[in-house]
């Protein structure tokens, strides 16, 4: 009791217990696996509606664990982040995916995009700067064609601070798209003080077009707005033709989701790509 005393009047229960110790074993086998290179990047292209081909790539970090099964993002990314293992992780990140754009590029696919997420804790870390650099140097992957996905909601903390940071994260050439666009109710006037280039609708707001309905305004709004601003948009989450349809009509020029395809390894992307081209 002295020791939970001591610890900030903070009590546990025997489940907060159970899932404090099975947060931290997570993080321990996180960070060996990443260690041994056992996490990979999965790239999902993502479309030009009107002509139907591909114009870029997500990558999506992919972790299968010891036992095979593998740990979906949403569940340890939270955990990198808060044991600061997103720092190291996601550098590799940012280092694999401009090498596969390079390698993309000398393969023909010149006007390839490459679309990297970036953590709010990795973002606003004092090294980021140099390590985006050190990245894009280091690989020789053109700046223009690499874009960073930031969510809404980290643009909306210390909103001075955020602007100042991505000022120079844009000198170095690089794309800035916002990631979950729609779920973070940004105002206008804040939205068009950052310099960005395209807004992702975010996938909810892409599921609610369907057969019933044509979706609540949200989607609709998100591309006018796109418009206004002279942004790219591009929908997440296309499932089906009906949603692709609906999408192109609202004048939305880009889109990504299991409809075209899912996300793939390095080696089965090439091999997509040189599908399409045929
Ligand atoms: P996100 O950035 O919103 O990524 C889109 C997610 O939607 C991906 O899930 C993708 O596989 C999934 N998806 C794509 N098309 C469809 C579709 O048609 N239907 C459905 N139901 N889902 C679709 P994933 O790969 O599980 O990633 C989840 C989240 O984890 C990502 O959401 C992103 O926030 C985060 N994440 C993934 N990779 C990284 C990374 O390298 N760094 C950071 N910081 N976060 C990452
Ligand atoms: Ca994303
Ligand atoms: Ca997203
Ligand atoms: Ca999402």
């Known amino acids: 009791a002295k020791s939970q005393q001591r610890a900030g ?16 074993r997570m993080m321990h086998a996180l960070r060996t696996a990443f260690s041994k290179h056992e996490l990979f990047l999965a790239y999902q292209p993502q479309m030009d509606l009107a002509t139907r081909k591909p114009v870029g790539a997500e990558a999506l970090l992919r972790w299968r664990a010891a036992d095979g099964r593998f740990v979906p993002p949403d569940r340890f990314i939270p955990i990198a982040e808060y044991s600061g293992l997103i720092i190291d992780i996601g550098e590799w990140v940012l280092r694999t995916a401009c090498a596969e754009l390079v390698r993309l590029r000398a393969a023909g696919h010149q006007d390839f995009t490459m679309s ?11 090294q980021f700067l ?7 140097a280091d690989t020789g992957a053109p700046p223009r064609y690499v874009e960073l996905e930031i969510t809404e909601s980290m643009a909306m903390e ?19 798209a916002i990631d979950d666009f729609g779920t973070g109710f940004s105002s206008l006037s804040h939205l068009q003080r950052l310099r960005l280039d395209r807004l992702k609708i975010d996938r909810a707001f892409v599921t609610e077009i ?16 796109g418009r206004n601003l002279g942004l790219s948009v591009v929908a997440e989450g296309v499932e089906d033709e009906l949603q692709a349809r609906v999408l192109q009509q609202l004048g939305c020029p ?9 996300p793939m390894g390095a080696g089965e992307l090439s091999d997509w790509l040189e599908d399409q081209a045929r």
């Open 9 to 24: 009047h903070f009590y546990f229960t025997r489940n907060m217990g159970v899932e404090i110790r099975e947060r931290v």
């Open 254 to 262: 880009l889109a990504q989701g299991f409809l075209f395809a899912r």
């Open 210 to 225: 369907s057969g019933a309905s044509r979706g609540s305004s949200i989607a609709e709004m998100v591309i006018q707005l």
């Open 130 to 136: 140099q390590v985006l650099r050190g990245a894009l």
């Open 116 to 126: 990297i997420n970036v953590s709010q804790v990795q973002f606003r870390h004092p």
């Open 158 to 176: 210390e909103p001075e601070t955020f602007i100042e940071m991505l000022a120079q994260v844009k000198e170095t050439g690089v794309h800035i």
